[in-house]
Each structure stands twice: as C-alpha cells, then as structure tokens.
C-alpha cells in the first residue's frame, strides 16, 4: 500500500524567509517521488521529481527537495521565498501506475 | 508543449441528474486520469485510462462512470449528482505515470 503524508496543513511564512515543507511516504516498491504545486482556482502544476542518483533534485523558481530512504521523506526547500510563493504543495508518489498523493500543504507568504 | 482542456469550467446541476464532464489534451499522451478534489482535501482518483477504450477504477469510482472512446479525450459521467455536493474534478494526463499534466479543473455544486 502507498501512503503519502503531509504533516503541515498550514504553512505561513514572510517573504524573503526560508521554508520547508515536509512529506513523509510509505512505498514497498521502486521509488518515484515529486512535488506539485496549486494556484488558487488551478490545476496542478509539476514541481520537481526524484527516481534516482542525487537524492537533491532542484525543479523550478528555486525549489529543491531532498530524498531520505532511512526517514522515508521527501521534504521540500526553498532558501528565500517570494510572495507568489503563496499556494497549495501536494507531495506524491507513484506505484502501479498510478500517482498517490498527499492532502497538501497550504503555503502563506506574508509581505 | 500542449495543453489539457477541461469544460465545462463551471457545473451546476440537480439533485439525481446525470452530469458529463470532459477533458482533452492534445499531449499525445497515452493515460489519462480524472481526480475528484474537496475543499481542502488532496486528490482522490475516480477513474484511469491507460489507452484508448481502456477504463481502470480508482478509489472512488462508485457513483461515476468514465468514458476513452479517443486517445485525445476522457469523459467522466458523475451517474447520479448528490445534493449539496461541491467538488473540483481535475483531469491529467502523462506519458508513463511519471510526470502529470493538469487541466484547470470543472467545479461542480449540486443544488
């Protein structure tokens, strides 16, 4: 069975602040992890993903995320985030061809 | 690039009534997805298609039916609308499962 878990319901930051938001999943299969972000009133979006190699992967507008197999986590990172920054992150992962994904994390940006 | 067409973007309708969603890319990809999303809430997958005429149940297929008559289109049929139900339905698409690309989304209030 595949889980994906998003501890944070609720991030709010100010901008120019650093943010992580964190994603935790169970899978007994080969992994495949990313990150999808939803602007209000939108569909989602890709963000980055990892299968393989560096467990760093970069994606776009400066975020990162960070693979761990001892933690089971796949957090993402950005160093300094801008107001637009503000949406919905959803972490998932694939198994059986298809794509679980996590309840979200809704991400504030305070000017 | 392409693009994932979802209409109607808004559904209104009545308790009972059958409603028919529908969803076009012009990816050339070969699956496609339908997701119900509450308020809130992550992604619960209703239907999959991993090619044409091919139909796969999700999690919450009860209470809808999907249709993969071409490549390029999937339709969702919700069989029977609950009263009070709000939700957005978001239509995605991928190669391989990897990688989704999503449409806008049709949000449905059922009166």
């Known amino acids: 069975t595949q889980t994906v878990s998003q501890s944070d319901a609720h991030v709010t930051v100010f901008e120019g602040d650093s943010v992580e938001l964190r994603c935790n999943y169970s899978?007994?299969?080969?992994?495949?992890l990313s990150w999808y972000i939803q602007h209000h009133g939108r569909g989602l979006q890709f963000l980055l993903k990892?299968?393989?190699?560096?467990?760093v992967v970069q994606g776009v507008n400066g975020f990162e995320a960070e693979f761990s197999k001892s933690d089971s986590s796949f957090h993402l990172r950005k160093a300094s985030v801008h107001w637009s920054d503000s949406a919905v992150y959803f972490c998932?992962?694939?198994?059986?061809?298809?794509?679980?994904f996590g309840d979200g994390t809704q991400l504030v940006v305070k000017p | 690039g392409g693009i994932i067409t979802q209409t109607p973007k808004f559904l209104i309708g009545q308790e009972g009534q059958k409603l028919t969603l529908k969803c076009q890319q012009n990816?050339?990809?070969?699956?496609m997805y339908w997701y119900r999303q509450d308020s809130g809430k992550g992604l619960r997958l209703i239907y999959y298609?991993?090619?044409?005429?091919?139909?796969q149940k999700g999690d919450l297929s009860e209470g809808y039916d999907a249709s993969r008559e071409k490549k390029s289109s999937f339709s969702l049929t919700v069989t029977s609308a609950q009263k009070n139900e709000m939700a957005v339905f978001l239509c995605?698409?991928?190669?391989?499962?990897?990688?989704?690309?999503f449409g806008s989304g049709t949000r449905l209030t059922v009166l």
């Open positions: 990816f050339n990809h070969d699956t």
């Open positions: 995605a698409s991928s190669r391989t499962a990897e990688t989704l690309y």
């Open positions: 998932a992962v694939r198994g059986n061809n298809r794509i679980f």
């Open positions: 899978y007994g299969g080969s992994i495949y």
């Open positions: 298609s991993i090619t044409e005429n091919d139909l």
């Open positions: 990892y299968y393989s190699g560096n467990p």
